[in-house]
């Protein structure tokens, strides 16, 4: 089995929990979904055979936080996935999971070899998608055996009904994740600022803890 990979590199996690982590990330080629706001434009993937993945992750010296694989959406490539996780965990590295949010079946196959999940809850005013309100909802309910923490990306354009509606599915599901709250970083000014702080209120009110937490590499320029 072969999987499409789009880059392989050692940086800093700027985003999230995990925020200044120094981590390997694996860039899986391919999303599912298509957010208006993505910044990332993926052209051109490399192919790969699970251990010659794994030989090139190894091949970094071993002070890193964990892997992430990435994407794009790594889950599409969900028996892939898994045999790279296969062998990353025989190392003992830990599996740290960046994804959309979605796919909860492909999830379901790979869990047991996770050891953290970044995940999206994807608002429809934000994204300019269909609302993912049901697959979410159940995606989260699997993570959720694991470490987990959900990311909102806020833009101008995001809707306090989405923001809320998500919350009420966090609080119902999981109420001990926390929320980080994204701005999109191809905006800015007082509104997003202000709907930021709104929506940390509103987190809040539902006794859900969160964080303000920009694109952090992007602004430092970093990877």
């Known amino acids: 089995m072969r999987g499409r990979i789009a880059d392989v590199f050692d940086s800093i996690q700027g985003e999230g929990l995990y925020l200044g982590e120094k981590q390997i990330f694996v860039r899986f080629f391919g999303c599912n979904l298509r957010c208006s706001y993505c910044d990332t ?3 051109y993937y490399k192919e790969y055979e699970a251990p010659d993945l794994f030989n090139e992750i190894d091949s970094y010296p071993p002070e ?10 790594p889950l599409m490539q969900c028996d ?3 045999e790279v996780l296969i062998l990353t965990k025989g190392k003992n590295y830990r599996n740290y999971l960046e994804t959309n949010g979605v796919l909860f ?6 869990i047991e070899r996770i050891d953290i999940v970044a995940m999206d809850c994807k608002l429809p005013s934000s994204t300019g998608e269909f609302p993912c309100w049901k697959a979410h909802r159940r995606f989260l309910e699997i993570a959720s055996s694991k470490e987990v923490f959900v990311k909102m990306v806020i833009c101008n354009s995001t ?3 989405d923001v809320l509606e998500s919350l009420n599915l966090i609080r ?5 994740v926390t929320v980080i709250l994204q701005p999109n970083s191809n905006e800015g000014g ?7 702080e709104y929506y940390s209120a509103l987190c809040a009110e539902s006794s859900l803890a969160s964080c303000i937490i920009p694109q952090m ?7």
């Not at 119902?172 to 001990?176: G, K, L, V, Y």
């Open 41 to 43: 434009k993926l052209n």
């Open 64 to 73: 890193f936080h964990s892997v992430s694989f990435t994407g794009g959406e």
């Open 80 to 82: 892939f996935l898994k």
């Open 105 to 110: 079946n492909e999830l379901k196959e790979v």
């Open 159 to 161: 809707q306090t009904q």
């Open 172 to 176: 119902e599901t999981n109420p001990a």
């Open 190 to 196: 007082f509104m997003l600022e202000g709907k930021l």
């Open 217 to 223: 590499h992007k602004i430092i320029e970093l990877r």
